[in-house]
């Protein structure tokens, strides 16, 4: 990989203060890496915490408001994301999208207004395993994206893609490497369609089951720039091994 590879852990709903002793190691595993941008993204609650304890590593949250703020009980706006200490946060995770009907026009919204706040973004998008066995996966998520991409000028600058299949998160089950690769490129090619050249400054990560045993292959297929991490990222341990991965394919 010739750009700086980006490795986001994405905690989900999982984490206590207790939890703050692994951000720690994963913050001093991270000062071996020097050539590896890493991130988190803890759930709202820990965001004010974990930036306080680290200094090495981005902080990041899982989802944000399209207003930035209101009558909107139970939600959280990219000013208040950024306010906690945050630098960036994710938006339209699968899980997102599936359990609380997230739409590419409202995933769009929001990574919109996470940018206008000042965050990066971490945009996702993925093909569930029927529309992967439809043959129509590359059409599929290329059209997700057309419909989620931020529009503003200061689109492409903040913004990183993560193609992860439904299919394979959680699963322990992951892509080939060639349809990964293949992959890549057709968001690629989408990310230079809607931004001109400012569409290869995107990194384009890989996510879904990435463990401490495929990321260096995964890591290594064609526009592959870095990965988003589920479980894999809850222990510093395993989280520090695909660090490790993608320094070592960086050098
Ligand atoms: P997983 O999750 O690594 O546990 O498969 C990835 C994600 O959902 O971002």
């Known amino acids: ?54 200094t090495e590593i981005g902080v990041g949250a899982q989802d944000c408001h399209v207003e ?9 706006s990219g000013p208040m ?3 906690a200490g945050a630098d ?82 959680g699963t322990g089950r992951v892509p080939l490497v060639s349809d990964v690769g293949a992959m890549h490129r057709a968001i690629r090619a989408k990310l230079l369609e809607v931004y001109g050249a400012d569409g290869a400054e995107s990194r384009i990560l890989y996510g879904g089951s990435v463990n401490a045993k495929n990321a260096a292959e995964l890591l290594a297929a064609d526009e592959v720039g870095g990965a988003l991490v589920g479980g894999a990222s809850l222990s510093a341990e395993s989280f520090a091994a695909i660090m490790g991965a993608a320094g070592a394919g960086s050098e």
Request: one cysteine or more.
């Open 1 to 54: 990989m010739s750009i700086t590879p980006y490795i986001v852990g994405n905690w989900k709903m999982n984490g206590t203060r207790a939890m703050l002793t692994e951000a720690r190691a994963i913050d001093r595993a991270a000062k071996r890496f020097p050539g590896v941008q890493v991130g988190i993204a803890p759930p709202f609650t820990l965001i004010h915490q974990l930036r306080e304890e680290v």
């Open 68 to 76: 930035g703020s209101g009558a909107f009980t139970g939600d959280i």
């Open 81 to 83: 994301i950024l306010d």
């Open 88 to 169: 960036f946060t994710i938006v339209g995770h699968s899980e997102r999208r599936a359990m609380h009907g997230e739409t590419d026009e409202l995933v769009r919204a929001k990574a919109e207004a996470a940018q206008a706040a000042g965050l990066g973004v971490i945009l996702c998008v993925g093909e569930t395993e029927a529309e992967r066995d439809s043959g129509r996966a590359e059409e599929i998520v290329t059209a997700q994206l057309e419909g989620s991409l931020p529009r503003t000028e200061r689109a492409p600058y903040k913004l990183s893609v993560a193609y992860e299949p439904v299919w394979a998160i």
